[in-house]
């Protein structure tokens, strides 16, 4: 324990600046959390790369869960290997297990030595934790995970497009914003493309829109936006590309229901609207902020009351009659409401 005891540093990063930071110095714990899967999982594979960099090559994944029990750590820290002493343990939290381990966390770093490379993968992370893992006295880098949003996702452009070695001026980045705010997978995966194409093209704003529009992986929030602007257009083009990746009807539907819901209580409480879009429970980006601002001038009670009750025809026909194939030609009519 006399390795872990003299230490007493906590270090915070966001997950694209903590690779610069911790490759000056050696740290074998690591905290990584929030709410974006593809941040955390990408911040493992840099970590165990870095952990492998030192020999920590025999690695466990140990779920926390209602089967865990600590004598699944202290097993696998026992095992005798004369060829291998360095070992990684990947913990990752279940969500309703999240207190049982944060409120155990010096039982854990009892079990641990100078030969174990650690690495937990939680959802959250609070002041309670906080305390809880200072007072291990231990030296842990903590990884923020959350999905960027705002001047962080523009930063985080900014950073991802200096890594793949391409331009991009202000205006493109903002578009990119735009249109995958929320979405950092498909952001990360536009961003490759684009700078494939930089090796043969100039990159402007026009061909740009041209790489989102043809490589576009439509979200049902899309078309639920695009047929309450009334862009009949391009909120049936988004539902043949939905039609094509396989979408179930009733997410669309729930996502429209979820949106008018939205707009009802915002016109029902009109001096209240910063108030109502912050609130967490309708996990609201801020690009879909922006939308609900504009929309709420743009759609009468009329239009949403129609909508809501051709939404209802819709979900009858699908508990009644299973017949996909009019439940989408009735989702075509509706996106030109």
């Known amino acids: 324990m006399e390795f872990y005891t003299k230490i007493k540093k906590m270090n915070f990063f966001y997950s694209d600046k903590y690779k610069k930071c911790v490759s000056n110095k050696f740290c074998n714990n690591y905290i990584i959390y929030g709410n974006n899967i ?40 026992k095992e005798n290997d004369l060829f291998i002493k360095k070992k990684t343990i990947i ?13 155990n966390i ?14 937990i993968k939680s959802d959250k992370l609070d002041k309670i934790d906080c305390f809880l893992i200072k007072k291990t006295k231990i030296q842990v880098n903590l990884i923020n995970c ?18 793949l070695k391409f331009n991009l001026n202000y205006k493109i980045i903002k578009l990119l914003c735009y249109y995958y ?27 740009i ?69 912050s609130i967490n429970n309708y996990y609201i980006y801020n690009i879909r902020k922006l939308f609900f601002n504009k929309i709420i001038n743009l759609l009468d009670n009329k ?11 819709i979900e009858l026909m699908i508990h009644k009659e299973n017949n996909e194939k009019i439940v989408w030609l009735h989702l075509k009519i509706l996106s030109t409401f």
């Open 303 to 313: 239009k949403i009351y129609l909508i809501l009750k051709f939404l209802i025809k």
């Open 106 to 119: 010096n039982r854990l770093i009892n079990l641990l030595n100078k030969n174990i490379f650690l690495i």
């Open 38 to 77: 593809f941040l955390k999982e990408n911040s493992i594979l840099n970590i165990l790369k870095l952990a492998n960099k030192f020999n920590f090559n025999n690695t466990i994944r140990i779920m926390v869960d209602n089967t865990f029990k600590f004598e699944m750590i202290s097993n696998f820290i």
């Open 209 to 277: 829109k041209k790489i989102i529009f043809d490589q576009a992986l439509f979200h049902p929030s899309q078309w639920s936006e695009s047929l309450l602007y009334g862009n009949y257009t391009r909120s049936i083009h988004i539902l043949k590309q939905l039609f094509k990746n396989k979408y179930s009807p009733i997410t669309l539907i729930r996502f429209l229901q979820n949106d008018l819901l939205i707009l009802i209580i915002i016109k029902r409480f009109k001096q209240n609207i910063k108030e109502i879009l």
């Open 146 to 163: 959350n999905t960027p949003i705002g001047i962080y996702l523009h930063k985080w452009i900014k950073k991802r497009i200096k890594e």
């Open 181 to 207: 705010e929320g979405n950092i997978l498909a952001l990360n995966q536009i961003l490759k493309i684009i700078s494939l194409i930089s090796l043969t093209k100039s990159l402007n704003i026009l061909n």
């Open 91 to 103: 913990l990752t939290v279940i969500k309703q297990y999240h207190k049982i381990l944060f409120k």
